[in-house]
């Protein structure tokens, strides 16, 4: 490493205004005491003030998380527990708001509660108070008074795509309730695997809930690999009453989720008779939208009528789950069961068909006095009488069905799909697509502005959805919940939420700790430096920035490829380093920079190519699409190229068929190659554009006649040139259409572009 430079960064960050809090979510009002009370290895409280399940708990975590074991003391307790008169306003009580106070002070240790609700909350807040001096623990000096903001705190488990047993699906639980959510919403059903046993369909557990083979790698991966061992697992009626009674002893509501009329493939592997078609098709073992649905006729109606009366028997919620998201009318347009059956009613389509087929179980579900919620598609075609919406596609179905006085659930995938990309860095596990850091999901509102008050009221609340495709391992699963889950329960507990800031500075100070002290394998994407990339004369700078106050990172440079790197040349001041664009004609240039932070670990490598055009001014004639254009044209140019599988973030993405932009090099050079990256995921409906095509000029934007063009076969695409110029425009023309039979057949394919070469 004779050339290596090594540089020692330090990030100073302004003084915090605000009282830190050790609790997450934040309680409506906090404020910090500057005092510590002590704690012994023991810990008395009168166990005659708190639930049995709640003084259970609370021992069990107590002695877990610290060693401190839970005594009871009717006489002289050392925190006095105890239910509160309920506050009295003017005329009388108010209604019942799960409140809490909690008082340690130099005078007293007291913790009120209003509900058995409300005593769970202040136990895990007081979990959350405790911290550690050297080897003692104390609680931290703190005032409190609590309630939720929300009814609906919810996390999504999906168990089709991947199998979690008993135990871990308690941990998930356990895990939930530590940061007061409220709501599991337990995806039961799905095309890949059918997961409760249900007594009158026995084969729906024999068959339904194994498959032959799992897709390994990406979905978009040429060629699919697949794994063939049988897989697969589901829950008796009595494991799934254990889980229920676990969920309910730590105040979270287990809301099942039984998928129609779509997928529904695993369901139709046991009963073939229930499809459009009767052919017998085998649990799939690749993810995506399968064509074969229920069929929508009588029998199937009352085959999910038998389903859910078991169901409905087993979960106390009040809300049942029916799916309803991602059905193709496909089958039905052809089945003359279903077509009947539009015509028998005087349906107008197949919509209005599945909004038939969820009537029925609407009808079915009140009868049984529960309430049937649906994604967002129960929308189209009208909703049923009593449905409650869970808005994924974004927030205008969850908007629409209040508007409807309907009540909804706000789960867009923009700031609630944590099976999305936390950070972009290359060392992130893989994952389905998408781009969700911490701080997006802090920004989620699940109120949107575009309600007035009254129809407001209609939001329950929010969840997130862990959809397991890419996620095998309750270890991954943990990495891809935490810290996420930490920045929803905040949104979800408060209206008012704390600043972003805020939240990070009382995360980083208590709260690893505290994930740690729960054995939680939560993802450290945020103590990745964030690259922020910016033009200069002649080349980059890259600022490494960090998230911590007095948070060091050493970057080391290394040269690949033998070119010796002059002195300090990568070197710029301080935490930024300047690489200089190699000019055509010479090599492209290769950098490695590895990051070390303090604690010696997270070492990460970042790769850089010093190529002609590096920093170029850019003028985008076309414009990326919004979600796809992070950085700007200078993405194309910042000598990081996208990496595969696409991570959501390092790509320009267009959902145009053409494209078009001009680099401006600064001055006249030899251009002998263009060089350039695309993207061909076709699982995610981006394809290899069709033909690329370059112009030279010397001194303007007025191009000459000349055109290079090049048919592009692969993702990495070089065009000869052999001219010289200083502008130089690129044209690509994409497929108008993806052609029907291809993944997301009939719609404009995207085209993703990184980087741009010339040499
Ligand atoms: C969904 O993500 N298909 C609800
Ligand atoms: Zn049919």
């Known amino acids: 490493m004779k050339n290596a430079a090594l540089l020692l960064l330090t990030f100073f960050f302004v003084q915090l205004a605000y009282s830190q809090c050790p609790i997450i979510p934040r309680p409506q009002e906090y404020s910090q005491i500057d005092v510590k009370i002590p704690l012994d290895d023991q810990l008395t409280l009168d166990s005659n003030s708190m639930s049995f399940s709640t003084w259970e708990y609370l021992k069990s975590n107590l002695k877990q998380q610290t060693g401190i074991e839970l005594v009871h003391d009717a006489e002289n307790p050392y925190v006095q527990f105890g239910e509160s008169p309920r506050l009295q306003v003017q005329g009388g009580p108010i209604p019942i708001s799960h409140h809490y106070q909690i008082s340690f002070n130099s005078n007293e240790r007291k913790v009120y509660f209003e509900t058995e609700e409300s005593a769970f909350h202040a136990v895990n807040s007081m979990l959350q108070l405790i911290q550690k001096d050297g080897l003692k623990f104390y609680f931290q000096g703190s005032e409190v008074s609590d309630s939720p903001g929300f009814e609906w705190r919810g996390l999504h488990l999906d168990v089709s795509r991947h199998f979690y047993t008993v135990d871990e699906v308690k941990r998930f639980i356990d895990l939930m309730a530590l940061y007061k959510f409220n709501t599991f919403h337990w995806h039961l059903t799905d095309d890949q695997g059918w997961r409760i046993e249900i007594k009158k369909y026995p084969k729906l557990a024999d068959i339904g809930a194994f498959r032959d083979s799992t897709m390994m790698g990406h979905y978009s991966d040429e060629p699919r690999v697949f794994d063939t061992k049988k897989y697969g697992g589901f829950y008796t009626q009595d494991q799934i009453k254990e889980v229920i009674k676990y969920a309910a002893d730590r105040f979270v509501n287990v809301v099942p989720e039984i998928e129609l009329p779509g997928h529904s493939r695993a369901a139709l592997a046991a009963?073939?008779?229930?499809?459009?078609?009767?052919?017998?098709?085998?649990?799939?073992?690749?993810?995506?939208?399968?064509?074969?649905?229920?069929?929508?006729?009588?029998?199937?109606?009352?085959?999910?009528?038998?389903?859910?009366?078991?169901?409905?028997?087993?979960?106390?919620?009040?809300?049942?789950?029916?799916?309803?998201?991602?059905?193709?009318?496909?089958?039905?347009?052809?089945?003359?069961?279903?077509?009947?059956?539009?015509?028998?009613?005087?349906?107008?389509?197949?919509?209005?068909?599945?909004?038939?087929?969820?009537?029925?179980?609407?009808?079915?579900?009140?009868?049984?006095?529960?309430?049937?919620?649906?994604?967002?598609?129960?929308?189209?075609?009208?909703?049923?009488?009593?449905?409650?919406?869970?808005?994924?596609?974004?927030?205008?179905?969850?908007?629409?069905?209040?508007?409807?006085?309907?009540?909804?659930?706000?789960?867009?995938?923009?700031?609630?799909?944590?099976?999305?990309?936390?950070?972009?860095?290359?060392?992130?596990?893989?994952?389905?697509?998408?781009?969700?850091?911490?701080?997006?999901?802090?920004?989620?509102?699940?109120?949107?502005?575009?309600?007035?008050?009254?129809?407001?009221?209609?939001?329950?609340?929010?969840?997130?959805?862990?959809?397991?495709?890419?996620?095998?391992?309750?270890?991954?699963?943990?990495?891809?919940?935490?810290?996420?889950?930490?920045?929803?329960?905040?949104?979800?507990?408060?209206?008012?939420?704390?600043?972003?800031?805020?939240?990070?500075?009382?995360?980083?100070?208590?709260?690893?700790?505290?994930?740690?002290?729960?054995?939680?394998?939560?993802?450290?994407?945020?103590?990745?430096?964030?690259?922020?990339?910016?033009?200069?004369?002649?080349?980059?700078?890259?600022?490494?920035?960090?998230?911590?106050?007095?948070?060091?990172?050493?970057?080391?440079?290394?040269?690949?490829?033998?070119?010796?790197?002059?002195?300090?040349?990568?070197?710029?001041?301080?935490?930024?380093?300047?690489?200089?664009?190699?000019?055509?004609?010479?090599?492209?240039?290769?950098?490695?920079?590895?990051?070390?932070?303090?604690?010696?670990?997270?070492?990460?490598?970042?790769?850089?190519?010093?190529?002609?055009?590096l920093g170029a001014e850019i003028e985008m004639v076309t414009q990326p699409h919004p979600k796809y254009n992070n950085n700007g044209s200078l993405n194309l140019v910042d000598g990081v190229k996208g990496t595969q599988p696409w991570k959501g973030s390092q790509w320009l993405g267009f959902d145009t068929s053409y494209v078009e932009f001009i680099v401006d090099l600064g001055e006249v050079q030899d251009i002998n190659l263009v060089n350039l990256g695309f993207l061909n995921q076709n699982g995610s409906w981006i394809y290899l554009p069709k033909l690329a095509t370059i112009q030279v000029s010397k001194k303007s934007k007025w191009f000459l006649r000349k055109k290079y063009k090049h048919g592009i076969e692969s993702e990495d695409c070089n065009i000869t040139v052999g001219k010289k110029g200083r502008y130089v425009r690129v044209s690509i023309r994409a497929m108008d259409l993806i052609p029907i039979g291809m993944d997301g057949g009939g719609n404009t394919p995207w085209t993703f572009i990184d980087e741009i070469m010339i040499n």
């Open 271 to 613: 009963y073939p008779e229930l499809s459009c078609t009767g052919e017998q098709k085998g649990v799939p073992g690749t993810w995506g939208v399968f064509d074969d649905i229920y069929c929508a006729k009588q029998e199937t109606i009352d085959f999910m009528k038998d389903v859910l009366a078991e169901v409905v028997e087993l979960f106390p919620s009040q809300y049942i789950h029916v799916g309803g998201d991602e059905a193709p009318k496909t089958r039905w347009k052809k089945c003359p069961d279903c077509q009947k059956v539009i015509a028998d009613n005087d349906l107008h389509d197949e919509h209005e068909l599945q909004s038939y087929f969820i009537g029925q179980i609407d009808e079915f579900l009140t009868g049984k006095g529960k309430k049937l919620i649906g994604w967002d598609e129960i929308l189209e075609g009208g909703l049923s009488p009593n449905a409650a919406v869970m808005s994924w596609r974004g927030m205008k179905g969850g908007i629409e069905a209040a508007k409807q006085k309907h009540e909804v659930v706000m789960t867009p995938t923009t700031y609630c799909y944590f099976d999305y990309y936390q950070s972009g860095h290359p060392s992130e596990p893989i994952a389905i697509g998408g781009f969700l850091p911490l701080e997006k999901v802090y920004r989620f509102n699940p109120v949107p502005k575009e309600l007035n008050e009254d129809e407001q009221r209609y939001i329950l609340g929010g969840q997130a959805n862990l959809w397991t495709e890419y996620i095998a391992s309750m270890e991954h699963l943990e990495y891809m919940t935490y810290p996420r889950a930490l920045a929803l329960a905040q949104t979800v507990w408060c209206r008012k939420k704390p600043s972003y800031d805020s939240f990070l500075s009382d995360f980083l100070t208590y709260q690893e700790d505290y994930l740690t002290r729960n054995k939680v394998n939560f993802a450290r994407s945020i103590h990745q430096p964030i690259l922020e990339i910016t033009r200069k004369k002649n080349g980059i700078n890259v600022h490494f920035k960090g998230v911590e106050e007095n948070y060091h990172y050493t970057v080391s440079t290394k040269e690949i490829g033998g070119y010796s790197m002059n002195g300090g040349q990568a070197m710029g001041v301080e935490d930024t380093l300047f690489f200089e664009r190699c000019y055509s004609g010479d090599k492209v240039k290769e950098i490695r920079t590895s990051v070390l932070d303090d604690s010696g670990g997270n070492s990460l490598v970042d790769r850089f190519l010093l190529h002609a055009c």
